[in-house]
């Protein structure tokens, strides 16, 4: 297999497994010192942090995956997947067409860094934009 095509698998698989939520299978497919950065620059440590951080922000939350794209880079291989994100808010309103995009760096096998951005925050912040 491919560095790229083997990249996006294992990208895949850890959002599978993330959107389970399943933190624990999630971590196995990232280095011991992964660096998570997620919208407004909040660091995550690790897949544990994450799933506690959208159980804080959604009763629960899926990926419509559109697409990923990949590009070698230096000893590293680049993995964005775009889509929107679906689920629930806490006060029980359903959400869908929310874009997302993760960029993802894969080296010998495991993600070593991850950046997340969405539209979460500006709809948070104003609901009305968020009519589908």
């Given at each position: 297999?491919?560095n790229?095509k083997n ?6 698989d850890f959002?599978e ?5 399943d933190p624990v299978?999630?971590?196995t ?12 620059k909040?660091v995550?440590e690790?897949a ?6 959208n159980a804080?922000?959604?009763t ?8 990923y794209d990949c590009?070698?880079?230096?000893d590293r291989?680049v ?7 679906y ?6 309103r359903?959400f869908s067409g929310?874009r997302?995009?993760?960029r ?6 495991k993600?070593?860094?991850m ?9 948070i912040?104003?609901p009305?934009i968020n009519q589908?």
């Amino acid at each position: 297999m491919s560095n790229m095509k083997n990249a996006v698998q294992i990208v895949s698989d850890f959002l599978e497994a993330s959107m389970k939520p399943d933190p624990v299978l999630a971590a196995t497919f990232m280095s011991d010192d992964v660096k998570i950065t997620f919208t407004g620059k909040r660091v995550m440590e690790n897949a544990s942090v994450i799933t506690q951080f959208n159980a804080g922000r959604y009763t629960w939350v899926k990926k419509a995956i559109e697409s990923y794209d990949c590009a070698e880079k230096e000893d590293r291989v680049v993995v964005y997947s775009n889509g929107t994100l679906y689920g629930e808010w806490p006060d029980g309103r359903s959400f869908s067409g929310n874009r997302y995009l993760d960029r993802f760096e894969v080296k010998d096998g495991k993600i070593i860094k991850m950046d997340v951005w969405n539209d979460s925050a500006e709809w948070i912040l104003a609901p009305e934009i968020n009519q589908a």
